[in-house]
């Protein structure tokens, strides 16, 4: 691995200021949520005033590896004063927006019903009188419209990002989505976890903001398109491994409330599970829906669509996480990246498990470096074929 300059870039994308000689660095990307990134180093460079909260860091010139400052912290110690640099990766300036729904008024041919057809809300596709059940479209449109709407081209010109949406290509599976007065990073996270698909902001060699989505790579054992990638202590590509398991917080069936008040609002069971489930394996929940109601279309933005969005957020808890060997065979960003579909194999039981590179923390310390990787399972319901649990033929 080789040790990255740490870059000092001001939001119009002027170079300030290159920094080697830090003591040390860790900076996390994330392939459907928002990352963080410390580095720390002596307080006696030049360089010191350039590094201000709200300025980006990028290492070496790589823009998908960059972040923006949020905090300084000084110390003092018996080798003298450091100065911590913490912030966000570039994914949480949309943390800096919510999704605030469009203003509507009637037209004149609606005059008699001044009713919003969106009932409140910031839908994609949007409901409209001619169309009161839009058809799906694809995660990336999805993404890539809340993206526009709230950073790029909001109706609001002092919500406005300096950044460009790349061309949206349709890729991801096809749903609806609803938002109403929620963080934008939230509501992306949320969505790509739902469809299976990474988004990131990065910079360009300009300096300017991208927006764009990332489907990965699929480089499992059980595909033969791409270089399969081998994650295991016996094949010597990782040091260690942890496997978690949590249902602390796990629910498979919401009793989700629309339109109306007490007894008379609407309320309907909805699980993302293939049959209701029930006994032990059943816990319940209540989701409010706000005013929507049922629709009887598949297509609809519905009060059953919302509460199987919502009820995705309380999902088993399952994530590997893995500390690569710097001798592996399998090099980072040469053989597999962020959001790649990778095979993990345990000696425990001998068992495997397909899973997606969900993040990526390099660390570089004065005395060793190393990456560690989280893994999250793919989801179950795009239909794709995990080898959950199946051993490896040796």
């Known amino acids: 691995m080789k040790i990255p300059v740490i870059r000092i870039i001001d939001t119009g994308g002027s170079l300030l200021a290159e920094i080697d000689r830090y003591t040390s660095l860790y900076f996390k990307r994330s392939w459907q949520g928002v990352g963080d990134f410390q580095f720390v180093l002596p307080v006696d460079g030049q360089e010191l005033p350039s590094i201000q909260p709200g300025r980006y860091v990028m290492l070496d010139n790589d823009g998908h590896r960059a972040g923006i400052i949020r905090s300084l912290e000084y110390t003092e110690d018996n080798r003298g004063p450091v100065l911590s640099v913490t912030g966000v990766t570039l994914n949480g300036l949309a943390a800096q927006r919510i999704t605030v729904p469009k203003d509507w008024k009637p037209s004149d041919e609606e005059e008699e019903d001044q009713t919003d057809p969106n009932g409140g809300y910031d839908n994609v596709p949007e409901v409209t009188k001619d169309n009161p059940t839009p058809t799906p479209v694809a995660a990336e449109t999805i993404l890539k419209t809340y993206a526009s709407r709230h950073m790029a081209a909001p109706i609001d010109p002092t919500r406005l990002f300096p950044m460009k949406v790349n061309p949206d290509l349709g890729r991801g599976m096809k749903t609806v989505w609803m938002s109403r007065y929620e963080r934008l990073d939230a509501v992306l996270q949320k969505a790509a976890e739902y469809c299976d698909i990474g988004w990131e902001i990065y910079l360009d060699e300009t300096g300017t903001l991208h927006f764009d989505v990332m489907t990965g790579v ?10 399969p990638v081998l994650f295991s202590l016996d094949f010597e590509s990782i040091k260690s ?69 919502q009820l995705k957020e309380y999902e088993k808890q399952e994530s590997l996480s893995a500390v690569v060997s710097p001798e592996s065979s399998f090099v980072y960003g040469v053989d597999w990246a962020l959001g790649d579909l990778v095979t993990i194999q345990s000696r425990i039981g001998d068992v495997s498990l397909d899973a997606r590179i969900a993040e990526i923390a390099e660390r570089y310390e004065s005395t060793q470096m190393g990456i560690d990787v989280t893994f999250g399972t793919a989801p179950l319901h795009l239909g794709r074929v995990i080898q959950s649990l199946k051993s490896i033929p040796r």
């Open 218 to 227: 699929d480089h499992s054992v059980s595909q033969e398109e791409n270089s």
């Open 241 to 309: 491994l942890n496997h978690l398991q949590d249902l602390s917080s796990y629910l498979n069936l919401g009793y989700a409330a629309g339109v109306g008040e007490g007894a008379d609002r609407v309320v309907l069971k909805v699980t993302n599970e293939e049959t209701e489930p029930t006994a032990f394996s059943r816990f319940e929940t209540f989701l409010d829906c706000g005013e929507l109601s049922i629709l009887q279309s598949d297509t609809a933005m519905s009060l059953q669509d919302e509460g199987k969005h």
